[in-house]
């Protein structure tokens, strides 16, 4: 990144709403004086906040390219298609679909497409990892279906693949969802695929978290054996917030209907915009130099963490997350949680596999690579950043010791600055 971005007419907002444009400054300097260590968290490029900053905001565009519901639409047509064919490039998928306004959204849509209220869906436990829509009680996925969950085993913290078997022939769900929030390892989808076959259920990843290393060939795709693949646009993938569906042909009728009129209104062109610039920017060899920099820095971070005394579960991670039980420490995740924050690193408390502690204190922390990384960190800056956490976690309660490591923390960052000035 090699220039500072506002937005288009900063100064009129500034003029215009100071109150608003203060805090979009402040915001600006809480994310370049800190650490981001928020694994589903990046720097999107100055063109992608471009476009989501744009006149295409203004655009009503109801249905699809060619069949939309108003008129106009020409010019916010060759957008979307530009983004979809880009998408099923990048993916090698046989469908695209770029409206959900978010990752929770797109999985609304992908219920709707598969399955009716009431239907049984196999997927990870929220505690071992899934993600609220993934049957949680208070989300609409755990009202209106029945969820039944799978898990990591207590002995290696790994999806335990024969369980979830047992309970895809016990159930007979209609749809397996594979993908999680906080599950930093390689999932094996050839295998969940046999298993879909063997009880005939649809095969739905959820990529939200990893989609962007897929997207730079650091780790496998699970697009050649999934029925449908929903995800985030703004996690590793850097691109702007939004949701994303690829699927096979046979189903794209079922996604797109399910999307619009099923579950939106109108698309977000700004953002639909936004997605299809990330899209090209992760088709370069920089973004691919880029996404095994993520990987390799976030084994850094977790291994700097382990050699702090902590333990990282499942021994390790292949992705761009780590989670990190910190029991050892004798401090719960809440507490870590918050004296990092004191200490200018931002990550959050996160519940590890089978913990004694409840959601709300935790006894891990979960931590990502894919904003300092995007800063252009590497592997020297990740043992200090462990070093940092470390020493947040035992001191950071201390309000001279927090000023202290906050003082390191901001020397850090500003050897990779965040939207530097021109
Ligand atoms: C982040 C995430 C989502 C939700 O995305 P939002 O854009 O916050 O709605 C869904 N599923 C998984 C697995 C996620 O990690």
Redesign the pocket.
């Known amino acids: 990144m090699t220039e500072v971005y506002y937005g288009p007419d900063f100064e009129l907002m500034q003029n215009q709403d100071p109150e608003i444009a203060s805090v979009i400054l402040s915001e600006l300097e809480r994310q370049r004086n800190g650490l981001q260590l928020i694994a589903?968290e990046n720097f999107t490029s100055p063109a992608v906040l471009a476009a989501l900053g744009s006149t295409l905001s203004n655009k009503y565009a109801e249905g699809y390219p060619g069949k939309r519901y108003y008129g106009g639409c020409e010019e916010v047509d060759k957008v979307e298609v530009i983004g979809i064919e880009r998408a099923k490039k990048l993916f090698d998928a046989e469908h695209a679909n770029l409206q959900p306004?978010?990752?929770?959204?797109?999985?609304v849509a992908v219920y709707q497409a598969f399955t009716k209220p009431g239907d049984t869906v196999l997927a990870m436990s929220l505690p071992h990892g899934?993600?609220?829509?993934?049957g949680s009680k208070v989300n609409f996925s755990g009202k209106w279906f029945n969820v039944v969950s799978y898990g990591v085993r207590s002995d290696n913290e790994l999806i335990d693949y024969d369980e979830l078997r047992d309970l895809a022939i016990a159930h007979k769900p209609r749809m397996i969802c594979s993908?999680?929030?906080a599950y930093p390892r390689l999932i094996d989808f050839k295998k969940i695929r046999e298993i879909c076959d063997e009880v005939g259920s649809i095969m739905w990843v959820?990529?939200?978290?990893f989609i962007g290393l897929v997207a730079g060939k650091a780790i496998p795709s699970p697009v050649p054996y999934a029925d449908v693949v929903?995800?985030?646009t703004?996690?590793v993938l850097r691109g702007p917030?939004?949701?994303m569906i690829l699927s096979k042909a046979q189903h794209a009728a079922a996604v797109d209907k399910a999307v619009f009129p099923g579950m939106q209104g109108g698309p977000i062109m700004s953002a639909v915009a936004g997605k299809a610039i990330a899209l090209a920017e992760c088709a370069t060899t920089s973004y691919k130099n880029y996404a095994k920099k993520v990987v390799e820095n976030c084994q850094a971070l977790s291994a700097g963490l382990e050699a702090e005394g902590m333990r990282a579960v499942s021994g390790g991670t292949d992705t761009h997350l780590a989670l990190i039980d910190i029991r050892s420490t004798g401090i719960t995740g809440k507490e870590a949680d918050e004296r990092c924050g004191a200490s200018g690193i931002t990550l959050n408390k996160n519940a590890i596999p089978y913990d004694p502690q409840t959601p709300a204190v935790t006894s891990g922390i979960r931590v990502g690579s894919a904003a300092t990384t995007t800063q252009g960190m590497g592997i020297a800056e990740m043992k200090i950043i462990s070093s940092l956490i470390a020493r947040a976690i035992k001191e950071g309660d201390k309000a001279e010791k927090a000023a202290q490591i906050r003082t390191e923390v901001k020397e850090l960052v500003h050897n990779f600055p965040v939207y530097p000035e021109k």
Do not use: I, V
Request: glycine fraction near 18%.
């Open positions: 589903s306004h978010s990752g929770a959204s797109a999985n899934g993600h609220l829509t993934h993908g999680a929030t959820d990529a939200a978290h929903s995800f985030t703004h996690k917030r939004g949701g």
